[in-house]
C-alpha cells in the first residue's frame, strides 16, 4: 500500500509563485508514476502534470510553461514549482501515485488573489 501527503498550498498573489510537495511512503516499488491534479469550484478535476519513475513529465496546456513537475527519489518526493499563478489556478491540488494501485493524497487549497 502506497500512502501520498500533499503540502504547500497557501494563498498568493496573481503573478506569484507557489511549490507544492508530495511525499510517498509505502510500498514505493510499485509506483510508475506520479501525477498532479486540481479542482476548481464547481469544475471537475483535472490532469495538469505527470512524472515517471525515470523523470519523463508532461503538462496539460493550461500550466505549461509555468509549472515544472519535479521528483526527488531520495526523499519520495514530487514537487510542483507553480509560477505566474493566476485566478484561473486557484483549486484544491491533489497528488496521485499511479502504479499497481492508485493512491490520492488529501489535497491541498491553492488561492490566488487579483
Known amino acids: 500500500q502506497v500512502q501520498v501527503v500533499e503540502s504547500g498550498g497557501g494563498l498568493v498573489q496573481a503573478g506569484g509563485s507557489l511549490r507544492l510537495s508530495c511525499a510517498a511512503s509505502?510500498?514505493?516499488?510499485?509506483?510508475?508514476?506520479m501525477g498532479w491534479y486540481r479542482q476548481a469550484p464547481g469544475k471537475q478535476r483535472e490532469l495538469i502534470a505527470t512524472?515517471?519513475?525515470?523523470?519523463?513529465?508532461n503538462y496539460a496546456d493550461s500550466v505549461k510553461g509555468r509549472f515544472t513537475i519535479s521528483r526527488d527519489n531520495a526523499k519520495n518526493t514530487v514537487y510542483l514549482q507553480m509560477n505566474s499563478l493566476n485566478s484561473e489556478d486557484t483549486a484544491v491540488y491533489y497528488c496521485?501515485?499511479?502504479?499497481?494501485?492508485?493512491?490520492w493524497g488529501q489535497g491541498t487549497q491553492v488561492t490566488v488573489s487579483s
Open positions: 496521485k501515485a499511479m502504479g499497481s494501485r492508485d493512491q
Open positions: 509505502g510500498l514505493i516499488f510499485t509506483i510508475n508514476a
Open positions: 512524472i515517471t519513475r525515470g523523470g519523463f513529465a
